[in-house]
């Protein structure tokens, strides 16, 4: 069974910084090219950044570029989403996903960025 279960997510003040981790488990997690997507109150899913399996290629929605840093540790079956500068509008349900699969699996980590 595919299993994903993310962390990290908090309360932090604007400008300030967060890192998500990812936990994959139940497939082999190094053959998988990974993203990170996330949903805002009241709104749908979205895109956030994407990365290959090998590590080698990232991408990022153009809201997040230049703040947002996509990783991951294929050893031990992590993800990781580094997230600074934040802003208020980046206050979401972060999910980290297969980027085969057309929606997350897991339960998502709430980051909420407010003074």
């Known amino acids: 069974e595919v299993v994903l279960v993310e962390s990290g997510g908090g309360l932090v003040q604007p400008g300030g910084s967060l890192r998500l981790s990812c936990t994959a488990s139940g497939f082999t997690f190094s053959t998988y090219p990974m993203s990170w997507v996330r949903q805002a109150p009241g709104k749908g899913l979205e895109w956030v950044s994407y990365?290959?399996?090998?590590?080698?290629?990232?991408s990022y929605a153009d809201s997040v570029k230049g703040r947002f840093t996509i990783s991951r540790d294929n050893a031990k079956n992590m993800l990781y989403l580094q997230l600074n500068s934040l802003k208020p509008e980046d206050t979401a349900v972060y999910y980290c996903?297969?980027?085969?699969?057309?929606?997350?699996r897991g339960q998502g980590t709430q980051v909420t960025v407010s003074s």
């Open positions: 996903q297969r980027s085969v699969d057309t929606r997350p």
């Open positions: 990365i290959n399996s090998s590590g080698g290629g990232t």
